[in-house]
């Protein structure tokens, strides 16, 4: 932006949006440098070690989001920008956020978590929204003082997208009332220090349905708007403010996306399922699918070396590819010895299927325990990932929520938004082309693995296996092959078929005319005196014959 690309001294300035919004970097980039600096820099700013969890975020010139790729050119990705602007965000939500090492990561979680619980991604009741309010109030206000927090004090803090008197009236009396636990302690968060108030938060927020979740807005095969969430637990559908399903990793079989269709293929133990969901643009679609991708990686894949995935080629179409960078949660947690390593647990593993690839086996969620887990007993079904270790017991109180809006809007709409009634997800018995862009968004398709040609693309994910859940409501159909994997065959091009086609045919070409000039086969003498091929050896054979030969005599 300063001098021409070809300038090996250039320099391209940014700016990088923190968790709080009054924090910014302004950095700085060589056209040489991928992604994964800038990320390293950022952290190393922030003090920050355990930078998996993390990544950059923009927004292009039309309007749609993307996360920054660690192994691309940063210029390459944001070429169309002007400024230059990156939002530092968390990307991979850990299950359990206790179970981090460093007290400046569980920061900037809580950081994000408060954010998503003013923009109305972290949504819950009111009665929980009260006590995380409160909790980021004991946060950063300290133990309620009647001299210092005196009249509608929280009102001046945004906590909430939609923060009642009523809601606000509920904060301020936690804020004043002592912890359990301690003399007269009635349930308040009063007399918690910082860090515990952080820890209580965390626990609390880590358990709701939205918890990780940047719902995508979509629509259903009726037309009705639904918001699609992905996290470490799998893919969830809302409507309204309701979750009304929920497919866990270990029941998805394959993600792959045609045009404005966003395809999930369902493993059960009677039947194989497809659901599709029609996303605002092409383009909003492969964004879901990237991100349902990387959270689907992350959270299963056992190692990540060479993770690669394609979707969307075809004979009209270009093919996607999307390769993984970085380390996958259980990577992380071997590293931090919180887990076992992989061959000794896959060697003791009971599940029925393994996934493919070296990645870990399917196992069903541990269900929660202790006091926390009856005080929350109406979250008890939310999966966690098949890596990481149980929740601390705790008696902490409940979370709160809201809608969204800015930056951190949920493209479109927020969770808030619409009726709350189930979705009705598409049924079809017969082969169906999802490229043809049906009118509604759950088309589904049967596939066969003996077809010489897949219909909708090359798969997009690792094989997965397990016990699977039971029949979602509305019924579901269609067939998908058997198995799939990770580095899937790559998809049919027209370019690449071209390109190899016309190097063949001028290969052909060249043996052809030295059989016809350099040979003295009698079946050709009378060919080689027509006046047309005279002249062609004359004016073109033969000065490319004598200048290969220079180039040859040169060389040796």
Not at 214 to 221: E, G, L, W
Not at 438 to 457: L, M, N, V, Y
Not at 477 to 504: I, K, T, V
């Amino acid at each position: 932006m300063f001098k021409s690309r070809g300038d090996s001294n250039i320099v391209y300035k940014c700016t990088v949006r923190l968790l709080e919004d009054t924090e910014i970097l302004e950095c700085e980039f060589h056209p040489s440098y991928k992604g994964k600096f800038l990320l390293e820099h950022v952290c190393q700013q922030l003090n920050l070690t355990e930078t998996d969890y993390f990544g950059l975020r923009y927004v292009d010139a039309g309007g749609q989001r993307h996360w920054l790729h660690l192994a691309k050119l940063i210029l390459k990705q944001v070429k169309d920008a002007s400024p230059i602007l990156f939002s530092f965000r968390v990307k991979f939500y850990p299950p359990n956020p206790l179970l981090l090492k460093e007290d400046v990561t569980r920061f900037q979680i809580y950081l994000q978590l408060k954010r998503d619980l003013l923009h109305g991604r972290l949504y819950c009741t009111a009665n929980e929204a009260a006590m995380l309010g409160a909790l980021i109030i004991q946060i950063e206000l300290g133990d309620y003082d009647p001299n210092i927090h005196v009249g509608n004090y929280v009102t001046e803090m945004r906590l909430l997208l939609r923060q009642t008197d009523a809601i606000e009236g509920r904060i301020q009396e936690l804020h004043r009332e002592p912890v359990e636990g301690t003399p007269g302690g009635t349930g308040g968060v009063k007399g918690l220090s910082t860090q515990e108030a952080e820890r209580s938060f965390l626990k609390i927020a880590c358990q709701l349905d939205t918890y990780g979740v940047d719902p995508h807005p979509v629509k259903d095969h009726r037309g009705n708007q639904l918001y699609l969430g992905i996290n470490h637990g799998g893919i969830l559908t809302f409507q309204g403010s309701r979750k009304t399903h929920h497919f866990k990793w270990s029941e998805v079989h394959k993600i792959n996306f045609e045009g404005r269709m966003f395809i999930v293929h369902l493993n059960y133990p009677e039947k194989k399922h497809t659901v599709g969901f029609k996303c605002p643009s092409g383009a909003s679609c492969r964004h879901v699918w990237c991100c349902a991708i990387e959270q689907m990686l992350f959270f299963t894949l056992a190692s990540s070396s060479d993770a690669c995935v394609y979707s969307g080629g075809g004979l009209f179409s270009w093919g996607t590819k999307f390769k993984y960078v970085g380390r996958t949660e259980r990577e992380i947690l071997e590293r931090d010895g919180l887990l076992a390593p992989r061959d000794s647990q896959e060697e003791g593993s009971s599940t029925g299927g393994r996934r493919k690839a070296s990645s870990v086996p399917a196992t069903p969620s541990t269900p929660m325990t202790g006091d926390f887990g009856k005080h929350f007993k109406g979250y008890s079904s939310l999966p966690r990932s098949t890596h990481s270790a149980p929740l601390e017991e705790s008696g902490a109180g409940g979370a709160g929520g809201g809608g969204g809006g800015g930056e951190d809007a949920c493209d479109g709409g927020c969770l808030l938004a619409g009726p709350a009634v189930d979705i009705a997800l598409a049924c079809c018995d017969h082969l169906r082309a999802v490229a043809e862009e049906p009118k509604t968004a759950g088309a589904c398709t049967e596939f066969s693995t003996r077809d010489p040609f897949e219909h909708s693309s090359t798969e997009s994910g690792g094989t997965l296996g397990g016990a699977m859940g039971g029949a979602l409501g509305g019924g579901l159909g269609g067939a998908l092959g058997d198995d799939w994997r990770l580095a899937a065959p790559r998809p049919f091009s027209p370019a690449r078929a071209f390109a190899a086609a016309f190097a063949l045919v001028w290969l052909a070409l060249a043996a052809a005319a030295v059989l016809l000039f350099e040979t003295d086969w009698p079946p050709l003498r009378a060919l080689k005196r027509q006046p047309d091929l005279l002249a062609l050896k004359h004016h073109y054979y033969a000065p490319l014959r004598d200048y290969f030969k220079r180039k040859l005599l040169e060389l040796f």
